[in-house]
């Protein structure tokens, strides 16, 4: 049905123009991009069916046997650790008659069962039996002939404790994807990082919103003026892009509870990012924030045109995650980012309540600040009038 909607049901004649023009002329995406039903439906089938898509956490399935459901642009999948520690992705439905075959977190299963009929696969997706499928007693388990019925397979990558999935499977390879993210973290050493603890956020606006508060800095000074005291807009630079990767950075004079004090440091980290914090989005949904001491991952997962749920992961390097005597750094930090996002949340529900307004459709942009919100807005647009 999605393929009905045209470029032209969203756009009008001017809107590409304005789009690619000076920012101090142009313009973010409008209303509809925010409150339409069949743009959200174009939205799943062109951006996050056809790209790398964040779908969940390595941690989470530790340990082979260990799977865990998700739902990436209206699919259900499930994520497994197969017998060789591998992790796989596969559409979430029995190959017989489509019933959902896992629905909550599972620590060490030996295979996967639907209830229905019982039919039975491995945890690297094959069918393994069909009781009964020739009759009453009469079982296939002839493997051999089972593998057009074994469970469907999507492509999936890891980077480091980061699931992603590619649901069309004709996105580029995933490391020439992350290419322009990874060439920016030149000193950070991923591999000292330790899952901490994760916080979840329902939010009453559309996903873009999230991402593009997260990009910009310049609300901090209205929004966050106890974070404006730590680094203030004389020192904030505008944010960058290289495609797909939004990006931006300050560097600040002085340590704080909640970034850069109390905890290790990465190891080996260039003088220079000793007292710098960074930010990144991975279009379209997948954001992080590096400082000396700590990752902090977040997501923004869809769950309705005007509604998202955030993730937001908290990584310390080492022991710096677990061990006693940083629990209460690690607490300072967890209770900043509770606070950061409670000031963040009122802000975007306000801008998803404005998108309904005749008065607003696109905005009127900062030069300075907001070039990184209108290339955000081509990355979307131009997924969106993709054949």
């Not at 809107?15 to 690619?20: P, Q």
């Not at 082979?64 to 992705?89: F, N, Q, T, W």
């Not at 944010?239 to 440091?265: K, N």
């Not at 390097?317 to 963040?344: C, F, H, M, Q, S």
Request: proline share 6%; with cysteine; glycine share 8%.
């Amino acid at each position: 049905m999605a393929a009905a909607f045209t470029a032209s049901d969203f756009f009008d004649e001017s809107f590409g123009e304005r789009l690619y023009c000076p920012t101090q002329d142009g313009s973010s995406l409008p209303n509809i991009a925010y409150v339409s039903g069949e743009f959200d439906r174009l939205e799943r089938e062109r951006i996050f069916r056809r790209t790398w898509v964040f779908a969940g956490f390595a941690h989470r399935i530790a340990n082979p046997g260990d799977m865990l459901p998700v739902e990436i642009a209206g699919s259900p999948l499930v994520l497994v650790r197969g017998r060789d520690g591998r992790i796989r992705a596969f559409h979430n439905a029995c190959r017989h008659r489509g019933a959902k075959l896992v629905l909550q977190r599972i620590e060490g299963g030996r295979s996967i069962i639907c209830p229905n009929h019982s039919w039975s696969y491995s945890l690297e997706g094959g069918l393994m039996a069909r009781p009964h499928f020739h009759g009453g007693d009469r079982h296939d388990i002839n493997k051999a002939a089972c593998h057009r019925a074994d469970l469907v397979p999507v492509r999936c990558g890891i980077w480091h404790d980061w699931i992603f999935v590619n649901l069309d499977g004709k996105a580029e390879e995933l490391d020439v994807h992350l290419e322009p993210l990874i060439r920016q973290l030149d000193g950070y050493d991923f591999s000292a990082l330790s899952f901490s603890e994760s916080m979840e956020f329902d939010i009453r606006a559309n996903w873009k919103l999230v991402i593009e508060n997260f990009i910009e800095p310049y609300h901090v000074f209205s929004c966050h003026p106890w974070l404006n005291d730590f680094v203030g807009m004389a020192e904030r630079t505008a944010p960058a892009f290289d495609r797909h990767v939004l990006m931006c950075g300050y560097d600040f004079r002085h340590t704080d509870p909640a970034r850069g004090e109390g905890l290790p440091y990465f190891p080996g980290l260039p003088e220079s990012r000793r007292k710098r914090g960074e930010w990144f989005v991975l279009f379209p949904n997948f954001a992080f924030e590096i400082f000396p001491d700590q990752v902090d991952v977040f997501v923004a997962t869809p769950t309705g045109v005007a509604a998202c749920r955030e993730t937001i992961a908290l990584y310390f390097i080492g022991e710096g995650a677990t061990a006693p005597r940083y629990a209460e750094a690690r607490d300072r930090v967890a209770e900043n980012w509770k606070a950061l996002n409670a000031e963040d949340i009122g802000i975007i529900e306000r801008m998803q309540a404005g998108r309904y307004s005749e008065g607003f459709d696109g905005g009127v942009l900062s030069p300075y600040w907001d070039p990184v919100l209108q290339h955000f807005a081509r990355l979307v647009y131009e997924r969106i009038i993709e054949n």
